[in-house]
């Protein structure tokens, strides 16, 4: 397993922000197959290396690699990275007025798969996937996200997810603003993105996501660096004891 | 006005008697110039002021300048071609010399100043006072500390004859003689006004301050301020005007020229409250030089005719434009105001607020400019309108351009024209106020975004004067 | 001879000649010599007018133009362009189709209910010989001080002519063309008037889609400028309601002049799209009056330009009566360095009380060179109202372009997408048979043109 090459290799990643640093050296290596998840307080930096993942042009690499598949990608366009296998889902999807929902997926599909899909395969393959993410037939004539509820806009980030079959997949605060129900439905969502060829990076402020998707590993985001890793034991332990907790342990190894 | 005199009056004492600010005394003049503008009249201003002979030939110029320009085709043309220059005086000397203390100024004026409250303002807060009264200035007075800092306040006669090197350079620069009509009118008969000059990153934490009345009849009121705030610099420029009212007309045409350069930041504020007869013809402009910030907040309540655009050039990269203004047209009264953003280079940022009441017949009209020249790539303006028509005599009108040569820029205008919520005065009223004081309070909210930006005082003065216009307005 | 070159004394002489070659009764000619007379007087507008803010109206000559005539004759078979006959796929529905095309003319085959029901529709022509006393009034009803309507009352000698009788409900659009060629193979432009006049008597309820072109002709080197003067009139009697679209889709030499006047009375409706996409100046003015109690209006307008178009719309909503309302949602995309000014005035007279009027106006600004302007303008005198109007102008949305090229969008692609979503939302109001797929595809080969 350890002669594989990661599918994501972050290697000492400082990124800027409008001439402010807030990624401060983030090293993460993710092989296909797995499930991750980063945890950290709000301003931590969790959502600032989701935007660098995916190529945010705000957010500027001043230090380090990204590699995914062995290729550096810091220099691609957001379209190349999705193209070759990445895909995130956003904390806060933009609205654009005027695109409908069905018009976008067939455009992001072709793109992705490089191939037109037949109208009657694609419809038949978004309706199986809106079926299961319980989104009704009335949204493929909807604007992307303009009006849509935060419920709604987060299953249509999963649905995308699921038709686009990224090798990659980052979520980025996707259980926020759902309740029980929803949060079941785009978990399950989540978990049929994961097989063995693919892996999920699930950023997260909360813990109760991690009942319904159990990552193998949970690393603790502080002032923009992972802090702490370990396995899916320790999302349990950061919901009972707060993040407080890892700070005393670094602050209190320091020391000794 | 201060606040202890508003706050000894309620609203029931002052009713609807405006008449209180508008108190007039006897004329007692030393030198009045003959009606009418000439040559001869020019040249015996310049004289009178021992100018030197560059600003004799300016005014002569700029005379020339007046005399052939058009009367603008546009704003309120009817009551600009009622304008009778013939019939004014441009040139009203009250006391021979500046009062060099509160002790020397002529009892009459003081009494003035007084009901006016300048006094009082000045013990609480005032960094200084140049209080204008006709066209000269009579009492002056700057606290030691900014002189100490270097910093230059002084009526625009006295600047010339002390910083002649300085006014000389800049005078002119920012709104030259030929720029409008009444631009060249000013720069032909201006008399008084302020000359501030803040050095390199002085921050001047009080507000400086100038009051202007018009006292002669038919008397023009010409004043010219320059400020030129020296990188990293700050200041705060208030002016506040009241004046008497007359019978026959009054004429009122200002030049401020601002010069903010790099780094600095320059407020102005203006309560213009003059009586309902005078003709506010102001030419009011700034350049803001890189990384600067240039504020204009301008409230128009009186005045038979405003026509008045707070300008701003942003010409370095990032500098910075406000101008929030709110007006108050009643009846008989139109006010024409607006603003003007000029983006000249990137990454300037603008934004206008504009906020306006009319009632009784009277007219509001917000007059708008935004400009992007090419290569001003990140600029980004945003301009807000909101009218508010107190009965169907009265008037609101929105006129707004955007000239946008750049494609890398975030334009944003928005207007809207109301009359006040009658589902929010319904709830008011419901918690047991009069409809008066339910529309009082409606209009305050409405105009609080300016408000607040002013000097405690001030918003005190001006939340009274809208109460005094509203009383006895509705039901 | 059908050509007159538009000179003053050549053009008076034209007004006689149409007059005298259509066989048009007096009364007529009296009305075109008193528009000629009312056009001499009135000056020729300059681009310091407000109206004609940044136009090259200075340079159009006159002088050069000569006048032609549509439809000279009747011919069933003459050939409508390829993207017309696409258009008319769309409108399959139809209930009748007027063409102009050059000098031939397609009439209308109505059918035999829409005939016993007593509705008219027909080429302009067609109806000052068979329904003279019918159009009479509607000739001068709406008056007007513009040089260019002045002109083309005088002029006009093409169109298109819809009566729809009161309380007659017709489901399928009705469909006009104006189509000429703008070089005519003569060193000189051409000068086109076409005029429509659309009646919805009381309660009726109608729809039309009228579309003005041109192409070039196959001598297209000349850098004559040709003139195309149009004029619609549209009269929604009491409690009508009409709907309208109207392409404006000229080649590059074609200075286009187009007033839209719509006269709305009691509890009547009107609903319109403007469309342009091509000419190289449009300067088109919509005018909507509401006379009357209820009277209400919803107008959409898109404006796509590219290389050096030019586009100067100006929209006139008039409340002169209480309880009106009124919506204009004006969008502009420029590609290239074309150009667009647009102006817009919402003006609420003292009498029109509980008014509500809105106006937006977006802007986006595609071509490193493309440059908008835009002036909303409110004048209100009554003090019961609700008015507001926006305005916008700036490039695509830089997170909208991210969010797509995050999908794998190219950044060009990702453009277009957003662009024709921009124009789709107006669209959405156009309820017009298949019109919006048909203007949708029109304006999605515009923005793909490289």
Not at chain 3, 127 to 138: F, G, N, Q, T, V
Request: one cysteine or more; hydrophobic letters at 40%.
């Amino acid at each position: 397993m350890t002669a594989k090459q990661p599918l994501l290799s972050v290697q000492n990643l400082h990124v800027k922000v409008e001439d402010k640093e807030i990624l401060k050296g983030v090293d993460l290596n993710i092989y296909a197959g797995e499930v991750h998840a980063i945890m950290g307080r709000n301003g931590s930096g969790k959502s600032t290396l989701s935007y660098t993942l995916i190529g945010h042009p705000r957010y500027v690499v001043t230090e380090g690699k990204i590699l995914f598949k062995g290729v550096d990608i810091v220099e691609m366009t957001p379209d190349q990275r999705a193209r070759n296998g990445m895909a995130l889902a956003f904390q806060y999807p933009v609205a654009i007025p005027g695109v409908s929902v069905s018009n976008f997926l067939r455009a992001s599909v072709k793109a992705i798969r490089g191939k037109d899909v037949p109208v009657k395969e694609f419809r038949q393959e978004l309706k199986a996937q809106m079926k299961k993410l319980g989104v009704a037939d009335e949204f493929l004539g909807r604007y992307i996200n303009d009006g849509f509820s935060g419920g709604e806009k987060k299953r249509i980030e999963i649905l995308q997810l699921a038709l686009l079959k990224p090798a990659l997949a980052v979520l980025d605060e996707t259980d926020s603003g759902l309740d029980i129900d929803a949060l079941k439905i785009v978990s399950e969502g989540i978990n049929n993105l994961s097989n063995p060829e693919t892996a999920i990076l699930l950023i997260t402020h909360y813990q109760r996501i991690l009942n319904y998707v159990e990552p193998q590993f949970v690393h603790v985001f502080q002032d923009g660096r992972i802090v702490k890793s370990g396995g899916g034991e320790l999302s349990k332990e950061l919901e009972a004891r707060g993040y407080d907790w890892v700070l005393q342990e670094l602050t209190s190894s320091a020391v000794s | 006005m201060s606040a202890e005199l508003i706050q000894d009056q309620t609203i029931g004492n002052i009713g609807n008697d405006y008449s209180q600010y508008g108190f007039q005394d006897k004329e007692d003049y030393i030198f009045k110039s003959g009606r009418g503008l000439t040559k001869e009249i020019v040249t015996k201003i310049s004289e009178m002021k021992n100018e030197p002979e560059w600003m004799l030939k300016y005014r002569l110029r700029a005379l020339d300048i007046f005399l052939k320009k058009p009367m603008p085709r546009w704003g309120n043309c009817n009551l600009l071609d009622s304008i009778d220059f013939e019939n004014i005086f441009y040139f009203v000397r009250s006391s021979e010399k500046s009062a060099k203390n509160w002790d020397d100024v002529p009892e009459g004026i003081k009494q003035t100043f007084d009901r006016l409250g300048i006094p009082e303002a000045e013990r609480k807060f005032l960094a200084g006072v140049t209080a204008q009264y006709e066209s000269e200035v009579v009492y002056h007075s700057i606290r030691e500390d900014l002189l100490a800092q270097g910093v230059i306040f002084l009526d625009m006669d006295s600047g010339l004859r002390e910083h002649e090197d300085i006014i000389r350079k800049h005078f002119g620069t920012v709104i030259p003689a030929a720029d409008n009509k009444f631009s060249a009118l000013n720069s032909a008969v201006w008399s008084g006004g302020s000359f501030v000059w803040v050095p390199e990153g002085v921050k001047i934490e009080i507000p400086l301050q100038a009051y202007f009345r018009i006292n002669a009849e038919n008397m023009g009121q010409f004043e010219r301020t320059l400020i030129i705030a020296e990188p990293g610099s700050f200041v705060h420029y208030i002016e506040g005007c009241t004046a008497p009212t007359y019978s026959t007309d009054s004429l009122h045409s200002a030049v401020v020229e601002l010069i903010a350069l790099p780094g600095s930041h320059i407020r102005y504020t203006t309560i213009q409250n003059w009586s309902k007869n005078v003709y506010n013809l102001v030419t009011k402009r700034a350049v803001a030089h890189a990384d600067s910030k240039v504020e204009w907040v301008d409230g128009n309540l009186g005045s038979k005719l405003t026509m008045k655009y707070p300008s701003i050039h942003l010409v370095g990269p990032r500098a910075h434009g406000e101008v929030l203004s709110i007006a108050f047209a009643g009846e008989d009264q139109h006010q024409d105001a607006g603003a003007k953003m000029v983006h000249a280079a990137p990454d300037t940022t603008s934004l206008i607020i504009s906020k306006s009441i009319s009632k009784n017949g009277g007219r509001t009209s917000y007059r708008g400019l935004v400009k992007v020249y090419p290569n001003a790539t990140g600029s980004k303006s945003s301009v807000k309108c909101d009218a508010l028509l107190m009965d169907e005599k009265s008037r609101s009108d929105t006129y707004p351009t955007m000239e946008i040569d750049e494609k890398d820029v975030t334009i944003e205008h928005e207007a809207t024209v109301s009359k006040v919520g009658e589902e929010q005065l319904f709830y008011l009223m419901s918690r047991g106020l009069t409809q008066d004081e339910a529309t009082a309070m409606i209009i305050n909210g409405f105009f609080e975004p300016f408000t607040k930006e002013l000097p405690l005082e001030y918003a005190v003065e001006l939340n009274r004067l809208i109460q005094l216009e509203m009383s006895g307005s509705v039901g | 001879m059908s050509e007159s070159k538009l000179i003053n004394t050549f053009a008076r002489e034209r007004v006689d000649n149409l007059a005298s070659q259509n066989g048009e009764p007096s009364w007529l000619k009296e009305l075109r010599v008193s528009s000629w007379e009312a056009y001499l007087q009135t000056p020729m507008p300059t681009g310091r007018d407000e109206g004609w803010r940044k136009t090259e109206i200075d340079s159009l000559d006159l002088s050069t133009l000569n006048a032609i005539d549509l439809s000279t004759k009747n011919d069933l078979k003459a050939k409508l362009p390829d993207w017309f006959e696409t258009a008319l796929t769309f409108f399959d529905n139809h209930s009748g189709v007027v063409a102009e095309v050059g000098h031939s003319s397609i009439s209308a085959k109505l059918s035999a209910d829409l005939v016993s029901q007593g509705v008219i529709f027909c080429s302009i022509k067609q109806a000052l010989h068979d329904h003279a006393e019918l159009i009479r009034p509607y000739l001068s009803k709406i008056g007007s001080d513009q040089k260019f309507v002045l002109m083309n009352k005088a002029l006009f000698n093409s169109g298109t002519f819809l009566y729809v009788p009161a309380n007659v409900e017709i489901e399928g659009p009705f469909v006009s063309l104006t189509h000429f060629t703008s070089l005519n193979g003569a060193p000189n432009g051409v000068a086109i008037f076409p005029r429509l006049i659309a009646v919805l008597g009381k309660h009726s309820k109608a729809s039309l889609v009228n579309v003005l072109s041109s192409e070039q002709g196959k001598e297209s080197k000349s850098s004559s400028r040709s003139l195309a003067n149009a004029l619609v009139e549209v009269h929604v009697e009491a409690g009508a309601k009409f709907e309208y679209l109207e392409l404006q889709k000229f080649d590059d030499n074609v200075f286009a002049i187009t007033r839209t006047h719509n006269q709305v009375e009691q509890d009547a409706v009107i609903k319109s799209l403007t469309v342009a996409i091509g000419g190289s100046q449009l300067k088109g003015d919509i005018v909507t009056v509401l006379n009357a109690h209820g009277a209400s209006s919803d107008l959409q307008g898109i404006v796509l330009g590219d290389t050096d178009e030019h586009y100067s719309f100006n929209t006139i909503q008039k409340h002169n009566a209480p309880n009106t309302t009124s919506n204009i949602n004006f969008r502009v995309a420029l590609k290239g360095n074309a150009q667009s000014i647009y102006q817009g005035i919402i003006e609420v007279a003292k009498v029109a009380q509980k008014t509500a009027a809105f106006q937006s106006n977006k802007n986006l600004l595609l071509g490193a060179e493309a440059r908008a302007d835009s002036i909303p303008k409110l004048e209100i005198l009554a003090d019961d109202v609700k008015c507001s109007h926006g305005a916008t102008v700036g490039p695509v949305d830089r997170e909208q372009i991210f969010y797509l090229m995050s999908r794998g969008l190219a950044a060009p692609e990702a453009e277009e997408l957003i662009v024709t979503g921009f124009f789709r939302q107006i669209l959405e109001a156009c309820t017009i048979g298949r019109a919006k797929e048909w203007v949708y595809d029109v304006l999605a080969e515009k923005i793909h043109q490289v």
